[in-house]
């Protein structure tokens, strides 16, 4: 699979199968945050990987908007340093490229950003200074992905030169 491949094929997974990833994927999932690139090279994002059942079921209690990370094979919690202005964007490179590298390998993945802030700091003895910034959980999909993505059109997001200039390409 190519990258672009992976860019276009990919969706957001919440329904995993029962077969679990193994320590390879999830390594290489781990690399894929490690060598993506942080403002100043700041390198500031820390990740928790949560791979046993009970800590899975733990995350779905604790979250929000992600009750389907139950069903993961394993998760990443990813942190960031509030004080550089741009780690939201670290974080988001980060995830991005930790989705596409574990898709190459056929695992599927989802991610949430609803939890409740004191317990996750609590059960993951996660430091004051360090912003939770999401939540990614991955697993083999259950069913065979067969979606289309529901994306705007081109044209209306892009423009050529000026804000607002149709792009022609
Ligand atoms: C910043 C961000 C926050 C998100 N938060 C949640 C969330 O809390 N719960 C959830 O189930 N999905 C969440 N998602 C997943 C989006 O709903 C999903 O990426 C979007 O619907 C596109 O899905 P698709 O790529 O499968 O088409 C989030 C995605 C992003 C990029």
Do not use: C
């Amino acid at each position: 699979m190519n990258v672009f491949d992976a860019i276009r094929s990919k969706l957001d997974i919440r329904e995993f199968g029962s077969t679990s990833v193994d320590n390879d994927v999830k390594r290489l999932t781990l690399e894929a945050a490690r060598l993506s690139s942080s403002g100043l090279n700041s390198q500031h994002w820390r990740f928790i990987l949560v791979d046993t059942r009970e800590g899975l079921e733990k995350l779905a209690e604790i979250s929000t908007t992600g009750k389907w990370i139950s069903g993961a094979s394993f998760a990443v919690i990813v942190l960031t340093d509030p004080k550089y202005p741009y780690h939201d964007i670290d974080a988001g490179r980060a995830i991005a490229y930790m989705q596409l590298a574990a898709w190459e390998k056929g695992v599927g993945s989802g991610i949430y950003t609803g939890f409740n802030e004191e317990k996750m700091r609590q059960e993951y003895k996660i430091p004051a200074n360090m912003h939770i910034s999401a939540v990614v959980g991955f697993g083999y999909p259950r069913k065979k992905i067969i979606g289309k993505k529901s994306r705007l059109p081109l044209t209306e997001i892009a423009y050529h030169m000026r804000y607002g200039n149709k792009l022609d390409l």
